[in-house]
Nanobody
Framework: QVQLVESGGGLVQPGGSLRLSCAAS????????MGWYRQAPGKERELVAT???????NYADSVKGRFTISRDNAKNTVYLQMNTLKPEDTAVYYC???????????????WGKGTLVTVSS
């Protein structure tokens, strides 16, 4: 099994910055794409950003120019640098990974349990 653990959430004032991390561990043969999603109270989970194992990135329009996704393949870790945060960025942020636990198993999507980001003065 693959486990994902997010960290770095917290309370920040509008205009501030936070850096989220998500480390994958456990039985890992390979990891393809990794990503960040968020879910605000009363809303559905939405895509924030994704990154392939080759480094190609994709962002939601609402975070383009403010958020940067990156990854360290040697550490099986994905990061989300969030700048110029707004109150509407308040949500639980989840990471996911498309991974193969062993060479004998196909690619599955794994999720972390989330980390809360609150943007408020």
């Amino acid at each position: 099994q693959v486990q994902l653990v997010e960290s770095g959430g917290g309370l920040v004032q509008p205009g501030g910055s936070l850096r989220l991390s998500c480390a994958a561990s456990g039985s890992i043969f390979s990891i393809n794409a990794m990503g960040w999603y968020r879910q605000a109270p009363g809303k559905e989970r939405e895509l924030v950003a994704t990154i392939t194992n080759a480094g190609s990135t994709n962002y939601a329009d609402s975070v383009k120019g403010r958020f940067t996704i990156s990854r360290d393949n040697a550490k099986n870790t994905v990061y989300l640098q969030m700048n110029t945060l707004k109150p509407e960025d308040t949500a639980v942020y989840y990471c996911d990974a498309d991974a193969r636990p062993t060479i004998f198993r196909g690619i599955m999507t794994y999720w972390g349990k989330g980390t809360l980001v609150t943007v408020s003065s």
